[in-house]
T-cell receptor, first 112, second 118 residues
Framework: EDQVTQSPEALRLQEGESSSLNCSYT??????LFWYRQDPGKGPEFLFT???AGEEKEKERLKATLTKKESFLHITAPKPEDSATYLC?????????????FGAGTQVVVTP | ETGVTQTPRHLVMGMTNKKSLKCEQH?????MYWYKQSAKKPLELMFV???????ENNSVPSRFSPECPNSSHLFLHLHTLQPEDSALYLC?????????????????FGSGTQLSVL
């Protein structure tokens, strides 16, 4: 069965302690992989789109990478404002337009 | 301000009530979506509208009825809901590309309506 799995479920970091989040996917064909950030009481906010294995995207302390089976979101020297739930989603080639399959998310807490 | 506004932010309703959720996007997008987010579960796509035409109904029970009168407004009409329907309901919009690869590049989400069904 096609699915998107994120790990770990929760991550507690000290400020400045770099780490990585994982998104593994099993789909019949990948049209795009998306990363979103969600703060409490708010809707998800778009971060990155990755289309093919080997692709990388960066934004401030965040860097997303993609292989044929998984994507990583690297957080370098995080700050407390990076605390949020990070969501991964895939758009499959076999799915109708507009249908994203989301993972359950990784909740990140960065303490000073 | 994300450009997608949802009202109300919170809603408590009984199982026999009828209520509506409203979404408005100010981004000039041509597609709008309803998603459901339950605690500790992935976001679930409910409905997709492209140019006011419903293009996706993801096996949603008939007690949820969407309406898209124009490209800027989206409603979700609720009636005879069940307690398990309690969740955060998120509206989103995007710009569909008509040429080349068809994929929704970026979804812009509203802040959601937190629904509790008693």
């Amino acid at each position: 069965e096609d699915q998107v799995t994120q790990s770990p479920e929760a991550l507690r970091l000290q400020e400045g302690e770099s780490s990585s989040l994982n998104c593994s996917y099993t789909v019949s064909g990948l049209r795009g992989l998306f990363w979103y950030r969600q703060d409490p009481g708010k809707g998800p906010e778009f971060l990155f789109t990755l289309y093919s294995a080997g692709e990388e995207k960066e934004k401030e302390r965040l860097k997303a990478t993609l292989t044929k089976k998984e994507s990583f979101l690297h957080i370098t020297a995080p700050k407390p404002e990076d605390s949020a739930t990070y969501l991964c989603a895939v758009h499959q080639t076999t799915d109708s337009w507009g249908k994203l399959q989301f993972g359950a998310g990784t909740q990140v807490v960065v303490t000073p | 301000e994300t450009g997608v506004t949802q009202t109300p932010r919170h809603l408590v309703m009984g199982m026999t009530n009828k209520k509506s959720l409203k979404c408005e996007q100010h981004l000039g997008h041509n597609a709008m979506y309803w998603y459901k987010q339950s605690a500790k579960k992935p976001l679930e796509l409910m409905f997709v509208y492209s140019l006011e035409e419903r293009v996706e109904n993801n096996s949603v029970p008939s007690r949820f009825s969407p309406e898209c009168p124009n490209s800027s407004h989206l409603f979700l009409h609720l009636h005879t809901l069940q307690p398990e329907d309690s969740a955060l309901y998120l509206c989103a919009s995007s710009q569909e590309r008509r040429q080349g690869k068809r994929t929704n590049e970026k979804l812009f989400f509203g802040s959601g309506t937190q629904l509790s069904v008693l």
